[in-house]
């Protein structure tokens, strides 16, 4: 197949990269704006491959986003480009809903485009949409895990700009008779992961024996699946997807923030012994919360399981562990970016824009 990847050089699209070069005789094109959050480092490996090519163009410039579709003629569109940070949708709202909603618009524009003129592929093509399980809003402590029909409720304007491009792509489907698909994950971890996100943040927050913010109480719930996990469920929902569904992909490890922080600190000390003020535990700074906090998510993913034959690989403490020891061992990779883009400081609280 030909896929075109969007957001290819950011956390999940370089782990679907990686997969499809490593398992599959699959051509990818990675287009890719390389936004802050991206990592060439990440698809150094594919990028060896004749069968890997990548473009810088950002999805928001309909003439270059055109031009790419025939130039390169997809078979299939795997689309996890986006502004993904619900604390920077705080800070600067914009950039999301231009890079969310516009640049899937010209996507799918697009995409009508390729089929009209290539109408021998209609049959087999697929425009996936990689989306977040946030815009069916926050679960209360007892309620039963999202499925595909639960209604949306999104919050922030991270999901609500999330929302919106899972509608338009809905749209385009019934309207326009794009072949679609789409999936919904729960929060991800694992390697190349920014530092802006909770886990890596306290890995390298910790490892430099720095303060580890926690959100509010740390009662929040959020449901973690290791990063490769999702990317062997996001090929499979783009090759074996059935037209129109919607997939929930969840990694059934539902975890409060603060049990997640005292794990990762736990798992430090054992790797590289106590501070010399002692545990790392007591790093752990309660702050202010974040503006329109979701409690929890978790999703019901039974019918991708049973649908498409995938189940994650790993329990979160054996993923964690893992992830902790490639963080150890990519420190170079980390410091560049706080060196260069992301110091860890706090984002999300001020609204500024
Ligand atoms: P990321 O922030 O790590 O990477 C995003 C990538 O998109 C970057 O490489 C960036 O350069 C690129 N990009 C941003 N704006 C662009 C533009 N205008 N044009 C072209 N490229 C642009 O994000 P991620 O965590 O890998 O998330 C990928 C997708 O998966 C997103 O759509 C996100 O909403 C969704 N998702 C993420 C998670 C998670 O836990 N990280 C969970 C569920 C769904
Ligand atoms: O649920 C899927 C979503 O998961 C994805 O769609 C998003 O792209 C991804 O960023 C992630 O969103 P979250 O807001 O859940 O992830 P984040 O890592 O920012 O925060 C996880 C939880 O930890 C959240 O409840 C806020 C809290 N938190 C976060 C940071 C950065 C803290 O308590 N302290 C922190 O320093």
Redesign the pocket.
Known sequence: MKILITGGLGFIGSAVIRRLIDTTNDEILNLDAQTYAASPEAVAGAAMSNRYRFEKADITDQTAVAQLFESFAPDAVMHLA?E????RSIDGPGEFIQTNIIGTFNLLQAARAHLDAHPELRQSFRFHHV????VFGALGPDDAPFKASTAYSPR?P??AS?AASDHLVRAWGETFNLPIVLSN?????GAFQFP????P??IIRGLRGES?????T?E????WLLVDDHARALIKTMKQGSLGQTYLIGGDSERT??A??ETICDLLDERTGLLTSGPRRSLITF?AD?PG??LR?AVDASVTKEELGWTPSVSFEQGLADTIDWYLNNQEWWQRILEERYSTA???TEPTK
């Open positions: 986006a993904s940070h619900v604390d989306s977040t399980d946030e922030s991270y999901s999330k994950c729960s929060n991800n971890y802006e996100k909770l886990i943040l306290t580890l913010p926690v959100y509010g740390g929040n719930v959020r449901d923030n603060l997640v922080v702050v974040r906090h979701d998510y706090r984002l999300g």
